[in-house]
């Protein structure tokens, strides 16, 4: 071989090599281009809406001889066709789908008898409701195959749109998706009588939000490739109804608004830009009417807005792109590129008058943060919070009953969070550095956090003292929950330390 035939050959090598690498590179690069163009998910203005709005039931309940109101709730597999020739295998309460509506007054005694007749261990956790530990549904207080589990407790909270799902640890995203979910409402004496909105299901609707995926006939759970956010859906229900509409016939409509979803953030808005008042968030009325063009709720969030309707027309509830201040991959990938038509409201040709909404709507009932004996941070990524992931026979701290606390969290992973609080209502003092929005004034127990974002919150821990029956605190975004982004208090008597949470049996 002559000595210049090897430089030739290592040149020809090298020109291949080149060649293969620069093939390889552009392939992927098309194909990540090709995965980022095809994320973004959009039926605004495609859908026809064709399917009555399915208005939950409500709940029948007998009064024991003691007064306590009793409710049952059975978990249970059923089919419902959401499509038109095509059976879907579900989970339910009562029914093949979600759940009915269970309703009770403030200084009631409630208890639900829940039985579980479905093939796993499953929980049912009251969201957003004040109980004792005990009886609170999470991960602790699982209900096995065949069991049942009544927890009882007295209503001594305001008003609220609160709502029941499963808490079972590492399993909270499938068993919501498949259907365990259902409202669970309070009234009292300032809400029955402020002139809103309140006839259940006529001015007064539950809208139940969930975002899914169809495989042929069967729920399609599967995360999509770079969807760190969780499983997202590509199109919407309202009430277990596809392309659902509703017609009404009041000038005012109120809309419970519950964000069901499992990792979806929805920008609620109407398709005319038409401004709604804001009445209610998470923990029950706010103190004046809010007006707003837009509202966002991220998974478990509430928000209770009043639409006024003119006779004879038609408007569409939808979802909006996220403005959270998302980088542009974050964006696509975590759903905020995303737009839904959700539901469509169609007044009638004569309409009942409807009272206007009163100036003041109730009193402020979460501390203000001045009477704080204490502040926690809790810094959240997706390895755990403050660093650690959920461990069920580990009690992070506790809390001594009739103390208010300061509670400042952070996000500080590049993908959004959210952060909800069993057991208390809290009042958001601060977003980052500056003072919260409107919407985010009432009592809440979940708030989001983007990239980089900050809050403080104010709460007061009323008990009752429980050292061995922990409370959770979570992401709410429940794939996020399940791979550990969780940590559990305890609430004390002065004097008290946290005890040991009891054995967990799994699901």
């Known amino acids: 071989m002559s000595s210049d035939s090897r430089p030739r050959r290592w040149r020809r090598l090298l020109v291949v090599l080149v060649s293969v690498v620069t093939s390889l590179v552009l392939a992927i690069a098309g194909g990540v281009a090709w995965i980022y163009v095809d994320a973004a998910v959009s039926t605004v203005g495609s859908t026809e809406f064709r399917n009555e709005l399915i208005i939950p039931p409500l709940a029948p309940s007998r009064i024991e001889a003691d007064g306590t109101r009793t409710f049952d709730l059975e978990m249970k597999s ?123 299901g006529v001015d007064d609707l539950p809208v139940i939000v969930q975002d899914v995926k169809f495989k042929g006939a069967a729920f399609d759970s599967a995360h999509a490739m770079f969807r760190d956010v ?76 009043v639409v006024r309707m003119r006779p004879g027309e038609r408007t569409v509830l939808r979802s909006g792109e996220l403005d959270a201040g998302l980088d542009f991959w974050t964006q696509r990938f975590s759903g905020g590129d995303d737009t839904f038509d959700i539901l469509e409201l169609r007044a009638a040709d004569t309409l009942r008058p409807s009272p206007e909404l009163p100036a003041t709507l109730a009193l402020p009932a ?39 606390e300061t509670w400042v969290v952070r996000n500080i992973d590049g993908m959004p969070h959210n952060f909800h609080i069993h057991d208390v209502q809290f009042r958001v003092l601060a977003v980052d550095d500056g003072p919260p929005p409107a919407a985010l004034t009432g009592p809440k127990d979940t708030v989001f956090l983007p990239p980089n974002g900050t809050m403080r919150l104010a709460m007061r821990f009323d008990g009752p003292a429980d050292p061995d029956s922990p409370y959770m605190y979570h992401c709410h975004l429940l794939w996020h929950e399940d791979l550990g982004m969780m940590g559990q208090f305890v609430v004390v008597n002065p004097g008290q330390t946290a005890g040991t949470p009891p054995r967990h049996h799994g699901h």
């Open 78 to 200: 059923g089919r419902r066709e959401f499509q038109s020739g095509q059976v879907t295998q579900t989970w339910g309460f009562n029914g093949d789908y979600l759940g009915p509506t269970l309703r009770a007054r403030r200084g009631e005694k409630v208890a639900v008898t829940v039985r579980n007749n479905l093939t796993e261990a499953s929980t049912v956790h009251w969201h957003g409701m004040h109980v004792p530990a005990a009886m609170d549904g999470g991960p602790h207080q699982m209900v096995a195959p065949g069991a049942s589990w009544t927890p009882n407790w007295s209503v001594d909270q305001p008003a609220a749109t609160l709502w029941y799902h499963p808490h079972p640890h590492g399993a909270t995203e499938d068993h919501v998706r498949r259907g365990l979910a259902g409202m669970f409402l309070l009234d009292d004496d300032v809400s029955t009588s402020v002139p809103l909105p309140a006839t259940y």
């Open 230 to 305: 969780g499983f997202l859906g590509d199109r919407t229900m309202v009430n277990g109804t596809l392309t659902p509409y509703r017609n009404v016939g009041d000038e005012l409509v109120r809309l419970r608004l519950l964000n069901a979803s499992t990792a979806r953030t929805y920008t609620f808005e109407l398709s005319d830009q038409r401004p709604f008042a804001l009445v209610g968030t998470d923990g029950g009325l706010v103190e004046r009417p809010i007006t707003l063009d837009r509202l966002r709720l991220s998974p478990g969030e509430r928000g209770e807005i």
């Open 366 to 404: 979460t501390p203000d943060g001045t009477d704080s004996v204490r502040e926690r941070h809790f810094d959240m990524n997706l390895a755990g919070i403050n660093g650690m992931p959920m461990a069920m026979d580990r009690i992070d701290f506790a809390v001594t009953r009739g103390t208010a």
